[in-house]
């Protein structure tokens, strides 16, 4: 990318959870993010850091229009919607906003001369693909996506190394496998509605704020019978976004890269971890497995350490759990969600 002084980055999605925090993350490497958000489920407060337009990324003339105001130079993308459940209800729904809605922004960013783009990609291409219970995955393994979800972020995924090669876009779709954490300043944090993530239902449910959590299955091929997954701190997610952005990458060039830590931790180990963070144990059920719910889901992240010289540095579980807990006990926005009334259970997949 074109570090120019002050180079506007447009952030699609940057008032959720994970776009908050890269943007505060591009603030402090001297960019200027350019939020745009639709708020549909992000947060105005969450917006602290660069500019914000309020639109929806279907929309291209207001898509143009805001890159044409703000000078963008390049992008990253994650505006979509993400719950895995609500995708196998409402299909259409995820491939208008999350593939349709990519499409409009590829004319966009290729109409105004926007070459470099970060995309949110998700752990969820792989699907079952991990090769065995306790094997890391890599970025080769099979694609197999088990809800429409997973099967939007493969589109996506395919339909902008189409666009590298026919117009010299250059991009890197980061697969994330599962974001955790706040940032330690308070300010921003995970404010999901409905909040399906395993940390926050479990410090809500320590904390006598939400129900008793219910743990799917504890009769896996792994140490303790529960699920393992792959907790990756929301902050060092962000600085894989800038990593990628400023990559020595030839242009056209369109690469996949896992962001995770390399090590796996089971539901039974973040309920342990997040009760002694608390002070209290977490009030839990022990559920049935979900279907399609794979045992395991750990990143091999040798390829993010070669490509991008990115390493996690805030993603041991104490960590994660010691900063999501100071944002769940005094959240600056979003503290309505859990009086919303609905239950739920431990969401241990991406
Ligand atoms: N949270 C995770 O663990 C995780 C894991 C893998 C991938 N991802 C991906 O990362 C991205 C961000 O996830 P998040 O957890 O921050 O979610 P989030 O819901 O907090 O943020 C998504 C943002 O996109 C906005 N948005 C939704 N549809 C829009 C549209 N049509 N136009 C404009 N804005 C729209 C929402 O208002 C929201 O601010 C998503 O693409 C998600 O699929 C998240």
């Known amino acids: 990318m074109d570090r120019g002084l002050e180079a506007a980055v447009l952030v699609t999605g940057g008032a959720g959870y994970i776009g908050a925090h890269t943007a505060k993350a591009l603030h402090e490497r001297g960019l200027t993010p350019v939020i745009y958000d639709s708020l549909s489920s992000g947060y105005r407060e969450a917006v602290r850091w660069g500019h914000f337009v309020q639109g929806d990324i279907r929309d291209g003339r207001a898509l143009a229009d805001t890159i044409q105001a703000h000078g963008v130079t390049a992008a990253i993308h994650f505006a979509g919607l993400i719950e895995v459940g609500r995708s196998v209800a409402r299909p259409d729904l995820f491939w208008e906003h999350n593939v349709a809605g990519t499409v409009t922004l590829l004319s966009a960013l290729s109409e105004h001369g926007v070459g470099r783009l970060v995309f949110s990609s998700s752990a969820a291409?792989?699907?079952?693909?991990?090769?065995?219970?306790?094997?890391?995955?890599?970025?080769?393994?099979?694609?197999?996506?088990?809800?429409?979800?997973?099967?939007?972020?493969?589109?996506?995924?395919?339909?902008?190394?189409?666009?590298?090669?026919?117009?010299?876009?250059?991009?890197?779709?980061l697969r994330y496998f599962n974001a955790a954490g706040a940032d330690p300043s308070g300010l921003i944090g995970e404010a999901h509605e409905p909040e399906t993530h395993l940390i926050p239902l479990a410090i809500a449910a320590a904390l006598g704020e939400g129900p008793p959590l219910t743990v799917f299955g504890t009769d896996f091929d792994t140490p303790d019978g529960s699920c393992l997954r792959d907790y990756i701190h929301v902050n060092d997610l962000a600085a894989?976004?800038?990593a990628a952005l400023e990559a020595d990458l030839p242009q056209g060039a369109f690469e996949a890269v896992n962001v995770g830590t390399g090590y796996g931790a089971s539901v039974l180990q973040v309920v342990g971890a997040v009760g002694r963070a608390v002070g209290r144990p977490v009030p839990y059920t022990i559920g049935a497995r979900r279907t399609g719910d794979p045992a395991s889901l750990v990143a091999d992240v040798a390829r993010a350490g070669s490509l991008l010289d990115?390493?996690?540095?805030?993603?041991?579980?104490?960590?994660?759990?010691?900063?999501?807990?100071?944002?769940?006990?005094?959240?600056?926005?979003?503290?309505?969600?859990?009086?919303?009334?609905?239950?739920?259970?431990?969401e241990a997949a991406v």
């Open 240 to 242: 894989a976004h800038v």
């Open 310 to 346: 990115w390493t996690p540095k805030s993603s041991s579980l104490d960590r994660i759990v010691a900063d999501a807990l100071r944002w769940e006990r005094c959240p600056c926005y979003g503290s309505g969600r859990r009086s919303a009334g609905k239950q739920h259970g431990a």
């Open 125 to 173: 291409v792989y699907g079952q693909g991990g090769r065995g219970p306790l094997e890391t995955i890599p970025e080769d393994a099979v694609k197999a996506p088990a809800s429409p979800y997973g099967d939007t972020k493969l589109a996506c995924e395919r339909m902008i190394e189409a666009q590298c090669a026919a117009y010299g876009l250059t991009a890197v779709a």
